[in-house]
């Protein structure tokens, strides 16, 4: 009898792995951008987006296959089926009609971070400033619209890290973006920088899929993520990573 429940408990496993093999893939592009998508100490991918995915996709019976990008290549990826979503700290807002959207699953505030003995102490003192933002942001969309300060330059960059390196050495008067990714950003020396009270604006971050995508997974997805705010799941996470509740994150991020 043994023998046969060894046999009868392997036959499970094996059938369990196959059919986790046969999963089907839903192929992710992220750039990396912490705390929602990198690389932690031993290499392997981590963050919110990252693990907020990883519980979605197994909700909704896929394997998530994450493909790190470039952001400003995001959209031909995603329209040319190299990748078939953008899972990125991605905001939904003014992006309705490019893409076919999952979420949104959290709310992240775009702020503007300062040197801590600058005279910038309002958005309107922006005006005839500097200021460095990543490319096809929200950041840059609010600077390049009709009621933001007149900036001086505004300094597109490929990603957070690079905007604030400029901003670190004096090229820029101010860097704007997500505020999760400025905090983990300013965290080593926090009182080198000042935050303006006023966010630029509370976005809604969700999932981009090509127009054409299955309605099916994309509405599965979103059901999947309603279903993980309303549980905690999301929250747990965000607070594993720092921030908050989503709805936190929307009020202070």
Known sequence: MAGVFL?????????????????????????????????????????????IAKEACRR?????????????DKGDLVQDGTVDCIWSC????DRMEQYQWAGPYLKSAVVVVVAADSDIETLSDLEGKDVAVRV?????????GA????????STFSDMEQAFVAFGKGYCDAVVGHEATLEELTSDQPELYRYLDEPILTANLGVAFRKDADTDLVGSLTDALT???EDGTI?????????GTEDEAGDAK
């Open 235 to 243: 929250a747990a996470i965000t607070e594993h990573y720092g921030f």
């Open 136 to 144: 096809d942001s929200n950041a840059e969309r609010y600077f390049l």
């Open 60 to 72: 909704i019976g896929y394997e998530p296959v994450f493909t790190e990008i470039q952001w400003e």
């Open 227 to 229: 279903n993980m705010q």
């Open 7 to 51: 046999l009868t408990g392997c036959s499970a496993v094996q059938k369990e792995t196959e059919s986790a093999k046969e999963l089907p893939q839903l192929r992710i592009g992220s750039a990396v951008s912490a705390p929602y998508f990198y690389r932690g100490e031993d290499g392997a991918y981590t963050g919110v987006d990252f693990e």
């Open 90 to 93: 991605f905001a939904m807002d």
């Open 147 to 154: 009621h933001a300060p007149d900036a001086n330059e505004v």
